[in-house]
């Protein structure tokens, strides 16, 4: 950056002071907690990530404190500050202290190298009052080394385009201060802090634009003198922290007016106090008029203690002059004179040291949240519209953490858009952003154990060199797009999914109630006890099972015809079907009942997809016979022919109703369900039962039923945590192979192995096993395929299947090297604290859906792609605004996925039709709210009749089919086939009896006619 560039930024921020004071009426902050509470289960387009470029003349920084990281702390004539001789009083000799720190006394030219990196427009750092006057006082004779010093910072700041904003007091105050007077009880430093400022307003005002006071007041007083937390680590009573603050207001004050009496007509810079703060939201969510007074109570305890003086009515809040009354300094008309609207802008703190250390003393029984947006709100509303600066804001790592800090990245993606929402949805009027903190330094109470620096500083080393973070790199991005550009992501795309597209709903196994087929006739509380009892020698007459009969099965007809789906995904109950695990016990109701299922289903012209093994995920049984499971469940080879069994007699007894087959429900997640033993081995024995399954219907049923057969992966994205990191992006890929690769490789793999060997398990997640056998962190291997395996397995798959719900945030689990005992892929998951989540806590992450989409094509050529399953909760009964969002997003990837991508995707299935209990995934409440139809319904109507998002009038409509409609008769046919039979006889019969008669008549005729000749010859 120039310094014409920096020029130029500084022009554009003081246009945006001179703004101020143009907004709503003040003393309006308790309206935030009115709105409604984020993750409350709704969506708010305007809660949504926003892709959205900051304001032109938005500024970026990054900052910094003297005590923190200069270090040097005796050096070069610095006097020694309350701070230095709390960490020494405090912890000892064997304590940490910031003697060194991270050298930046020394290493300041390579802090201007770090900002240049990030491409800042300004760096934010403290004077060292005592490096300056070791002493206190200005009026004695400044420290020559200390004003040289900063002196040629800033000239070297202002060389590489860099404005200077300086903090005049960071917490080290002077200990001879301390000595002498008492420290900041005592209002004598009222005076000597005006004459400290006014001599650094003289010193380097020509060079200094932008100039804060005091850092976060609150805790310089309430921890400072009350708590004991901070220095100098006094333990008064609550009258000493009030007077405390009180003298702090007045010192900024004094030093405000000074400034602005002798210095800005010359200078032309600006002058505000950086005020720390925490947000609370009311407890479980529940803004009562209650809990909203106490959120409010909360905040004027610690930010409007300071900021109502200054930018607000001149005095304390109310709240707090009722609640420490006769504890709380009296400010006189003169005071309040003296000290409102001492404040060229807004300037807030907002970081862990309030709310780690304030979270006990002013939650107010409510509860503390990191909701920047809703705190800059707050000011606006509260303070009358001002124009704000962060100067602030951050969290901390792990001191464990070193250079890849991964979750300090998420949170200042979150942090940074909060910004961008307050100024884009809400008009907060927000000037620049300060990322805290440039280096990894001192922190506090913390001493060296977390670290909260873009810059990585071994604190062991002493040249204590700065390596930049990837959090360093990701603000770096964020500053060169100047936010979070718009990109394909947020993209609404128009166009149509292909005809004959499954617009489907997936369910679980159906609930089976068999038919009341008794001909007793029965009375009821004959003898007053309640009871049925049938009535001796009566027998009704029953007609013969049909399937409208069962009402569970019309009801759920019923609702799929209300949604406009043309496909319905349901599971068979393997236990239920047979009870024994083998053909020796056949529930033929059960069949019947799935037979009516399916036969009703295509008399509307609903497709079924049934799936054959449903696992229930939980003990003891895993959805299997009892018998099956007790002899191991997949472990045991059996199992695949004791599947197969089941298999063919499914195929048999359904199959003229079912065009479409689902083995295996997530044959992923249920190998992990035997995580404790063999996974691998029993995800094998899985596998193999999809193959002969398959092979089965292929061999002896797909010629006369010609319908696909395929298992449905759980296929949730992997996404690299850190996009800055490698081995992430390895990690992310591993947990693909591992999830999904390893079950789709063995059929679909065989594209790229030679034709006749077939398909086997990834190379990459074999030789990743073998590692870590090497290093004793795992026994375990991948099963090996027979030739005779791989040949009938491979293209055992006539499509994908896919259940997609949400996306991973994925990072290499090992630490600094060193190996963990943990997963077998090794991979640690992570969520985007910017995504929107549901109730259950499933984040939405449409984008996701695409890139497994292309995951897929990319790696097995171009096979069809069914979503199975895809769905979210959402509790609402009836305005389900969550799910219209999934709804409406998630299918607008699957379209790019189909139009920009081109990927072969068939179908898409919304889970689920109906909830059980509670408002969760239906579409449909459950029956005890009436079954009725939610929101969602309509939207998921609308998309379907329009084949997707034409563009207006650009919609076109597919044709029926006539393979559909003789469909539809062969099965009319199978399903009467004995009637067929039987009249098909009676047909033969009676041609044949009708042939004989005719003929008989033919002759009797030819008879008579003979007959006739014979007489009439005889009378000639």
């Given at each position: 950056?120039?310094?014409?560039?920096?020029?130029h930024?500084?022009?554009?921020?003081?246009?945006?002071?001179?703004c101020?004071?143009?907004?709503?009426?003040?003393?309006?902050?308790?309206?935030?907690?009115?709105?409604?509470?984020?993750?409350?289960?709704?969506?708010?387009e305007?809660?949504?990530?926003?892709?959205?470029?900051?304001?032109?003349?938005?500024?970026?920084?990054?900052?910094?404190?003297?005590?923190?990281?200069?270090?040097?702390?005796?050096?070069?004539?610095?006097?020694?500050?309350?701070?230095?001789?709390?960490?020494?009083?405090?912890?000892?000799?064997?304590?940490?202290?910031?003697?060194?720190?991270?050298?930046s006394?020394?290493?300041?030219?390579?802090?201007?190298?770090?900002?240049?990196?990030?491409?800042?427009?300004?760096?934010?750092?403290?004077?060292?009052?005592?490096?300056?006057?070791?002493?206190?006082?200005?009026?004695?004779?400044?420290?020559?080394?200390?004003?040289?010093?900063?002196?040629?910072?800033?000239?070297?700041?202002?060389?590489?385009?860099?404005?200077?904003?300086?903090?005049?007091?960071?917490?080290?105050?002077?200990?001879?201060?301390?000595?002498?007077?008492?420290?900041?009880?005592?209002?004598?430093?009222?005076?000597?802090?005006?004459?400290?400022?006014?001599?650094?307003?003289?010193?380097?005002?020509?060079?200094?634009?932008?100039?804060?006071?005091?850092?976060?007041?609150?805790?310089?007083?309430?921890h400072?003198?009350?708590?004991?937390?901070?220095?100098?680590?006094?333990?008064?009573?609550?009258?000493?922290?009030?007077?405390?603050?009180?003298?702090?207001?007045?010192?900024?004050?004094?030093?405000?007016?000074?400034?602005?009496?002798?210095?800005?007509?010359?200078?032309?810079?600006?002058?505000?106090?950086?005020?720390?703060?925490?947000?609370?939201?009311?407890?479980?969510?529940?803004?009562?008029?209650?809990?909203?007074?106490?959120?409010?109570?909360?905040?004027?305890?610690?930010?409007?203690?300071?900021?109502?003086?200054?930018?607000g009515?001149?005095?304390?809040?109310?709240?707090?002059?009722?609640?420490?009354?006769?504890?709380?300094?009296?400010?006189?008309?003169?005071?309040?004179?003296?000290?409102?609207?001492?404040?060229?802008?807004?300037?807030?703190?907002?970081?862990?040291?309030?709310l780690?250390?304030?979270?006990?003393?002013?939650?107010?029984?409510?509860?503390?949240?990191?909701?920047?947006?809703?705190?800059?709100?707050?000011?606006?509303?509260?303070?009358?519209?001002?124009?704000?600066?962060v100067?602030?804001?951050?969290?901390f790592?792990?001191?464990?953490?070193?250079?890849?800090?991964?979750?300090?990245?998420?949170?200042?993606?979150?942090?940074?858009?909060?910004?961008?929402?307050?100024?884009?949805?809400?008009?907060?009027?927000?000037?620049g952003?300060?990322?805290?903190?440039?280096?990894?330094?001192?922190?506090?109470?913390?001493?060296?154990?977390?670290?909260?620096?873009?810059?990585?500083?071994?604190?062991?080393?002493?040249?204590?060199?700065?390596?930049?973070?990837?959090?360093?790199?990701?603000?770096?991005?964020?500053?060169?797009n100047?936010?979070?550009?718009?990109?394909?992501?947020?993209?609404?795309?128009?166009?149509?999914?292909?005809?004959?597209?499954?617009?489907?709903?997936?369910?679980?196994?159906?609930?089976?109630?068999?038919?009341?087929?008794?001909?007793?006739l029965?009375?009821?509380?004959?003898?007053?006890?309640?009871?049925?009892?049938?009535?001796?020698?009566?027998?009704?007459?029953?007609?013969?099972?049909?399937?409208?009969?069962?009402?569970?099965?019309?009801?759920?007809?019923?609702?799929?015809?209300?949604?406009?789906?043309?496909?319905?995904?349901?599971?068979?109950?393997?236990?239920?079907?047979?009870?024994?695990?083998?053909?020796?016990?056949?529930?033929?109701?059960?069949?019947?009942?799935?037979?009516?299922?399916?036969?009703?289903?295509?008399?509307?012209?609903?497709?079924?997809?049934?799936?054959?093994?449903?696992?229930?995920?939980?003990?003891?049984?895993?959805?299997?016979?009892?018998?099956?499971?007790?002899?191991?469940g997949?472990?045991?080879?059996?199992?695949v022919?004791?599947?197969?069994?089941?298999?063919?007699?499914?195929?048999?007894?359904?199959?003229?109703?079912?065009?479409?087959?689902?083995?295996?429900?997530?044959?992923?997640?249920?190998s992990q369900?035997?995580?404790?033993?063999?996974?691998?081995?029993?995800?094998?024995?899985?596998?193999?039962?999809?193959?002969?399954?398959?092979?089965?219907?292929?061999?002896?049923?797909?010629?006369?039923?010609?319908?696909?057969?395929?298992?449905?992966?759980?296929?949730?994205?992997?996404?690299?945590?850190?996009?800055?990191?490698?081995?992430?992006?390895?990690?992310?890929?591993?947990?693909?192979?591992?999830?999904?690769?390893?079950?789709?490789?063995?059929?679909?793999?065989?594209?790229?192995?030679?034709?006749?060997?077939?398909?086997?398990?990834?190379?990459?997640?074999?030789?990743?096993?073998?590692?870590?056998?090497?290093?004793?962190?795992?026994?375990?291997?991948?099963?090996?395929?027979?030739?005779?395996e791989?040949?009938?397995?491979?293209?055992?798959?006539?499509?994908?299947?896919?259940?997609?719900?949400?996306?991973?945030?994925?990072?290499?689990?090992?630490?600094?090297?060193?190996?963990?005992?943990?997963?077998?892929?090794?991979?640690?998951?992570?969520?985007?604290?910017?995504?929107?989540?549901?109730?259950?806590?499933?984040?939405?992450?449409?984008?996701?859906l695409?890139?497994?989409?292309?995951?897929?094509?990319?790696?097995?050529?171009?096979?069809?792609?069914?979503?199975?399953?895809?769905?979210?909760?959402?509790?609402?009964?009836?305005?389900?605004?969550?799910?219209?969002?999934?709804?409406?997003?998630?299918?607008?990837?699957?379209?790019?996925?189909?139009?920009?991508?081109?990927v072969?995707?068939?179908?898409?299935?919304?889970?689920?039709?109906?909830?059980?209990?509670?408002?969760?995934?239906?579409?449909?409440?459950?029956?005890?709210?009436?079954?009725?139809?939610?929101?969602?319904?309509?939207?998921?109507?609308?998309i379907?009749?329009?084949?997707?998002?034409?563009?207006?009038?650009?919609?076109?409509?597919?044709?029926?089919?006539?393979?559909?409609?003789?469909?539809?008769?062969c099965?009319?046919?199978?399903?009467?086939?004995?009637?067929?039979?039987?009249?098909?006889?009676?047909?033969?019969?009676?041609?044949?009896?009708?042939?004989?008669?005719?003929?008989?008549?033919?002759?009797?005729?030819?008879?008579?006619?003979?007959?006739?000749?014979r007489?009439?010859?005889?009378?000639?």
């Amino acid at each position: 950056m120039t310094r014409s560039s920096s020029a130029h930024a500084a022009l554009a921020l003081l246009a945006l002071l001179r703004c101020a004071g143009l907004g709503a009426p003040a003393g309006r902050g308790r309206e935030v907690w009115r709105w409604p509470a984020p993750g409350s289960g709704s969506v708010n387009e305007t809660e949504l990530f926003l892709h959205a470029t900051f304001p032109p003349g938005f500024l970026w920084g990054t900052g910094s404190s003297a005590f923190q990281t200069e270090g040097a702390w005796d050096q070069e004539g610095k006097g020694p500050s309350i701070w230095d001789n709390f960490t020494r009083s405090r912890a000892g000799s064997a304590g940490p202290t910031a003697d060194t720190a991270s050298a930046s006394y020394q290493r300041w030219k390579e802090d201007v190298a770090a900002l240049k990196l990030l491409g800042v427009h300004y760096y934010s750092f403290s004077l060292s009052w005592p490096r300056l006057f070791p002493d206190g006082d200005a009026p004695g004779t400044p420290n020559p080394a200390g004003v040289a010093h900063y002196s040629r910072l800033i000239d070297h700041l202002r060389r590489e385009g860099i404005e200077p904003v300086v903090t005049l007091y960071h917490w080290d105050l002077p200990l001879a201060l301390q000595e002498q007077y008492g420290g900041w009880l005592n209002d004598t430093l009222v005076d000597v802090f005006d004459r400290y400022a006014a001599f650094c307003f003289r010193t380097y005002g020509e060079r200094v634009r932008y100039w804060v006071t005091i850092h976060n007041p609150y805790l310089v007083a309430w921890h400072g003198y009350r708590t004991g937390l901070h220095a100098p680590g006094e333990t008064e009573s609550p009258a000493a922290a009030f007077a405390v603050a009180h003298n702090l207001i007045k010192a900024h004050a004094k030093a405000w007016h000074t400034y602005d009496r002798w210095f800005r007509a010359r200078q032309r810079g600006r002058v505000s106090i950086a005020l720390g703060t925490h947000w609370m939201e009311p407890l479980r969510g529940q803004a009562s008029q209650a809990n909203v007074d106490r959120c409010q109570e909360s905040l004027e305890a610690v930010l409007g203690w300071f900021a109502e003086p200054i930018h607000g009515t001149g005095t304390y809040p109310a709240s707090l002059r009722q609640s420490r009354s006769g504890l709380l300094p009296e400010l006189t008309d003169a005071e309040k004179q003296q000290i409102r609207g001492t404040a060229d802008f807004f300037a807030l703190s907002f970081g862990p040291n309030n709310l780690r250390l304030g979270r006990i003393l002013s939650r107010f029984g409510q509860q503390v949240s990191l909701d920047l947006r809703r705190l800059l709100n707050w000011i606006r509303l509260e303070y009358d519209d001002p124009a704000v600066f962060v100067a602030e804001n951050g969290w901390f790592s792990d001191a464990a953490v070193g250079t890849e800090d991964t979750v300090a990245i998420y949170l200042m993606k979150k942090f940074i858009n909060q910004v961008l929402q307050a100024i884009i949805h809400d008009g907060v009027r927000v000037i620049g952003y300060t990322a805290w903190s440039l280096v990894d330094g001192f922190e506090w109470n913390y001493g060296y154990g977390v670290r909260r620096g873009l810059f990585y500083v071994d604190f062991g080393e002493p040249s204590r060199s700065r390596l930049p973070k990837t959090s360093a790199f990701f603000y770096k991005q964020v500053i060169s797009n100047h936010g979070f550009p718009d990109g394909d992501k947020s993209l609404e795309v128009r166009g149509q999914f292909p005809c004959g597209f499954h617009w489907g709903v997936s369910d679980s196994t159906l609930p089976f109630s068999p038919q009341f087929t008794d001909p007793k006739l029965y009375r009821w509380n004959l003898t007053g006890d309640g009871a049925l009892r049938p009535v001796p020698g009566v027998q009704l007459e029953t007609r013969a099972a049909q399937c409208t009969d069962f009402l569970a099965i019309q009801k759920h007809v019923r609702l799929l015809e209300a949604a406009g789906v043309d496909h319905y995904r349901f599971a068979l109950n393997w236990t239920l079907i047979l009870p024994r695990g083998d053909l020796s016990v056949i529930n033929t109701e059960a069949l019947r009942y799935y037979r009516c299922m399916a036969q009703e289903l295509q008399k509307r012209s609903i497709k079924s997809m049934v799936t054959l093994y449903y696992p229930t995920h939980h003990a003891p049984l895993l959805g299997l016979p009892a018998s099956v499971h007790s002899g191991g469940g997949w472990l045991n080879r059996s199992t695949v022919e004791a599947f197969r069994e089941y298999a063919e007699l499914c195929f048999r007894e359904l199959g003229p109703w079912v065009p479409f087959w689902i083995t295996v429900n997530e044959p992923n997640r249920l190998s992990q369900a035997y995580d404790g033993s063999d996974p691998y081995l029993a995800a094998h024995h899985l596998i193999l039962a999809h193959v002969a399954a398959w092979r089965l219907y292929d061999r002896e049923f797909r010629r006369q039923q010609g319908a696909l057969v395929s298992f449905s992966l759980h296929a949730d994205w992997a996404e690299a945590a850190n996009p800055f990191v490698e081995s992430h992006r390895v990690a992310a890929e591993r947990f693909l192979l591992f999830e999904l690769a390893c079950f789709l490789d063995p059929l679909l793999g065989a594209w790229r192995a030679a034709a006749e060997e077939g398909g086997d398990y990834p190379e990459e997640v074999r030789e990743h096993l073998q590692e870590r056998r090497r290093q004793g962190l795992s026994r375990r291997s991948l099963p090996r395929f027979t030739k005779d395996e791989k040949r009938e397995a491979r293209g055992a798959l006539d499509f994908v299947a896919v259940n997609h719900f949400t996306t991973r945030l994925v990072s290499q689990r090992r630490s600094n090297s060193t190996p963990q005992r943990g997963p077998d892929h090794d991979c640690q998951l992570l969520s985007d604290p910017t995504w929107p989540s549901s109730p259950l806590g499933q984040s939405l992450v449409p984008w996701g859906l695409r890139r497994v989409l292309r995951w897929l094509r990319k790696r097995y050529g171009d096979p069809a792609v069914i979503v199975t399953a895809t769905g979210v909760d959402d509790r609402a009964l009836r305005d389900d605004r969550l799910r219209q969002f999934y709804l409406r997003s998630y299918l607008q990837e699957a379209l790019k996925a189909h139009q920009m991508d081109g990927v072969n995707i068939k179908g898409f299935y919304l889970w689920n039709l109906q909830d059980r209990h509670h408002a969760q995934f239906g579409l449909f409440t459950s029956s005890q709210f009436q079954s009725g139809a939610k929101a969602s319904v309509a939207s998921y109507r609308e998309i379907i009749a329009n084949r997707g998002f034409p563009a207006e009038g650009r919609g076109r409509q597919c044709q029926a089919a006539d393979a559909q409609e003789g469909c539809v008769l062969c099965g009319k046919v199978l399903e009467n086939r004995a009637l067929v039979f039987f009249g098909t006889c009676l047909l033969l019969t009676f041609t044949m009896l009708t042939a004989v008669a005719v003929t008989a008549v033919k002759r009797k005729r030819k008879r008579t006619t003979a007959s006739n000749m014979r007489m009439i010859k005889l009378k000639m």
